[in-house]
Every structure is written in structure tokens, then in C-alpha cells.
């Protein structure tokens, strides 16, 4: 079956501007995540939709950085004012449930994101 | 929050064995994942305790100590495909949330 999608792959983009990431999780899983992951560096949590709670944004690193999650499906990370910090691959999961259980994350291939 | 510590880099023989530690520190804690990830790829899920014990799944098997904050993944028979960023994760509820935290992640080096 289908797994997680991420587009673009690949995102060149000039300081100052704001870019939009996709993610499209599994069909029917409630939760998805976004995590960064800078080169050698572990997955850096940004934020967690679950259902139809309020998401946790407790990772975002600045108020440059918001996400959305539409019709509990397909979710757009936008980074207003993209900085060369911001340059990372970011990814996104999803989860048939997110919450308590073994409930493992699917990962999508990534958005590689350099800012110039 | 959690402390997870991972050896940043290890290095094996086609063939052999190896064990990858991971420690950490919570609270809550409800559970650790490892993840396999491939240089370029998304991560892929491995293993999941949340009791004591080893659960073997093939090659690879995950034991897990809570009362000691340690888990390790042991790889046999290691094949050169197995070369990869292994990334140990912790779920801790202390804070209310069911998020997990990533290590940074060990690279391990295959070599024939």
C-alpha cells in the first residue's frame, strides 16, 4: 500500500522567503509528526497532530514555523522568513494511533531544504 | 524531559555480532523504539519494548532494562547492507505527552 509522501524531495530556496512542505501520511492514521534532522544530528521534533485534539507544538524553535493539518489527512509545514539555520531535511510520520501501545511511526522520505 | 545517550559511531565485521546501547533518563517512561536509517532514507521501524526482556525478531533482537534507564539492539550475522544509522527512541508520559524522543542515533560501519 501506499506509504507516506513528502513533497518536494528538494527545496532550494533564498533567505527571506517562506517556504510550504507536504506531507500526505497513510490513509486512516490519526497521528503525524514533523521532525528536522540536520546532517549528524538526531530527529528534532517539531510538531504532533493527533485526531482532532489540539496539536503539540511544543518543538516549533521560533514563530517563523507553523503547521496545519487538513481534514485530519494531509499536513503543510510553512517556514516564513527562511534563515540558513533552517536548512535540514525535514521529515514527517504518521501513526495508525498516537498515543500509549506499539504503535510505530512510518516515515515519509524527506524534504531536503537548503536555504542560500 | 529525557537524556538519551548512544554511541555516536561503531565499526564491525561481516559476519559478526554487535550489541548497541542505549541510555536514557525519564520519568513516565511508556515504551522504546529503535529505528534503522539508511544513509539518504527515512528511518524504518526495528523493535519496540516496553516490558523487560529480548524480543528477537529474526536478526536483529532489542532488550530492555527499565529499572537500570538501558536498552541495547544486537545485530548477528551482520551483512554489509546492515551499515546505518541506528536511532534508539523513548516515550516518557511524564509530561502528558505520548511523543517520542529521539537519540542522536549510532552509525554503524559494516566492513567485509
Excluded at chain 2, 546501547?21 to 523504539?33: A, K, M, P, V
Amino acid at each position: 500500500g501506499a506509504g507516506v509522501s513528502q513533497s518536494p524531495s528538494n527545496k532550494v530556496t533564498e533567505k527571506g522567503k517562506d517556504v510550504e512542505l507536504r506531507c500526505d501520511p497513510i490513509s486512516g492514521h490519526t497521528a503525524l509528526y514533523w521532525y528536522r534532522q540536520s546532517l549528524g544530528q538526531g530527529l528534532e521534533f517539531l510538531i504532533y497532530f493527533q485526531g482532532n485534539s489540539a496539536p503539540d507544538k511544543s518543538g516549533l524553535p521560533s514563530d517563523r514555523f507553523s503547521a496545519e493539518r487538513t481534514g485530519g489527512s494531509v499536513s503543510t509545514l510553512t517556514i516564513q522568513r527562511t534563515q540558513q539555520e533552517d536548512s535540514a531535511v525535514y521529515l514527517c510520520a504518521s501513526s495508525s494511533n498516537g498515543l500509549a501501545g506499539v504503535y510505530e511511526q512510518y516515515f515519509g522520505p524527506g524534504t531536503r531544504l537548503t536555504v542560500t | 524531559g529525557q537524556n538519551i545517550d548512544q554511541p555516536t559511531e561503531m565499526t564491525a565485521t561481516e559476519g559478526a555480532i554487535v550489541q548497541i546501547n542505549c541510555t536514557y533518563q525519564t520519568s513516565g517512561f511508556n515504551g522504546l523504539f529503535w529505528y534503522q536509517q539508511h544513509a539518504g532514507e527515512a528511518p524504518t521501524f526495528l523493535s519496540y519494548n516496553v516490558l523487560d526482556g529480548l524480543e528477537e525478531k529474526g536478526r536483529f533482537s532489542s532488550f530492555l532494562s527499565r529499572s537500570k534507564g538501558y536498552s541495547y539492539l544486537l545485530l548477528k550475522e551482520l551483512q554489509m547492507k546492515d551499515s546505518a544509522s541506528y536511532l534508539c527512541a523513548v516515550r516518557d508520559l511524564s509530561g502528558g505527552s505520548y511523543i517520542p524522543t529521539f537519540g542522536r542515533g549510532t552509525s554503524l560501519i559494516v566492513h567485509p
